[in-house]
């Protein structure tokens, strides 16, 4: 199946900087997703985009939805401790109940 | 409330066992999803059921065979445990079948020695 290129891998940060990650796909995904996941627990939704070019934020997390469909970011501000934990971005294409999850990328965030 | 609930939490056993993790929604939702997490944290969807039915089966061996007794319930039968099967099993449902977002139970942590 289409799998999702998650970039970067991991990220180490001092507390308040900003950080961005992204997802990309050679095919074009019709839903995305962005999950959290903290240790020990299961992923939890953080922002979820359904519309092309769509930018959509909850709290310091901004993501938006690339005008292609193939594409996707999501970026924190102004980062805490409590970021700390794995992102992973999902896509869903149209008429496709499987969603595809990216590698994940591991944020460490130093106080 | 705990909206996805699996049981057990954890789960260590010896191969060649079979085993069941069960799961449970109260979200109402119609579809539910197992999927498979690996040590290197990489999600892979297993299965999907949608209102009691079989919509997606990834290539999973015949060894692996989920059971939904209604909508608010997915279980995952294993038998004859492998090593490799050993990993981080997470429930999951969302309401309907396009385009709605998934929410995940806590996740199940299988150790086959």
């Known amino acids: 199946g289409q799998q999702l290129n998650q970039s970067p891998q991991s990220m180490f940060i001092q507390e308040g900087e900003d950080v961005s990650m992204n997802c990309t796909s050679s095919?074009?995904?019709?839903?995305w997703l962005w999950y959290k996941q903290d240790p020990g627990e299961g992923p939890v939704l953080l922002i979820a985009?359904?519309?092309?070019?769509e930018l959509t934020s909850n709290g310091r997390l901004t993501a938006q939805f690339g005008i292609t469909r193939k594409d996707s970011f999501l970026n924190i501000s102004a980062s805490i401790p409590s970021d700390v934990g794995i992102y992973f971005c999902?896509?869903?294409?149209?008429?496709?109940?499987?969603?595809?999850f990216g590698a994940g990328t591991r944020l460490t965030v130093k106080p | 409330d705990t909206a996805v609930s699996q049981t057990p939490k954890y789960l260590v056993t010896q191969m060649g066992n079979d085993k069941s993790i069960k799961c449970e929604q109260n979200?109402?939702?119609?579809?539910m999803y197992w999927y498979k997490q690996d040590s290197k944290k990489f999600l892979k969807i297993m299965f999907s059921?949608?209102?009691?039915?079989?919509?997606i089966n990834e290539t999973v061996p015949n060894r692996f065979s989920p059971k939904s007794p209604d909508k608010a319930h997915l279980n995952l039968h294993i038998n004859s445990l492998e090593l490799g099967d050993s990993a981080v099993y997470f429930c999951?449902?969302?309401?309907?079948?396009?385009?709605?977002?998934?929410?995940f139970g806590p996740g199940t942590r299988l150790l086959v020695l």
């Open positions: 095919s074009i995904f019709n839903t």
């Open positions: 985009l359904y519309k092309a070019g």
């Open positions: 059921y949608n209102n009691k039915e079989l919509i």
């Open positions: 999951a449902s969302s309401q309907g079948l396009v385009g709605e977002t998934q929410y």
């Open positions: 999902a896509g869903r294409q149209y008429n496709n109940n499987d969603m595809r």
């Open positions: 979200l109402g939702h119609d579809t």
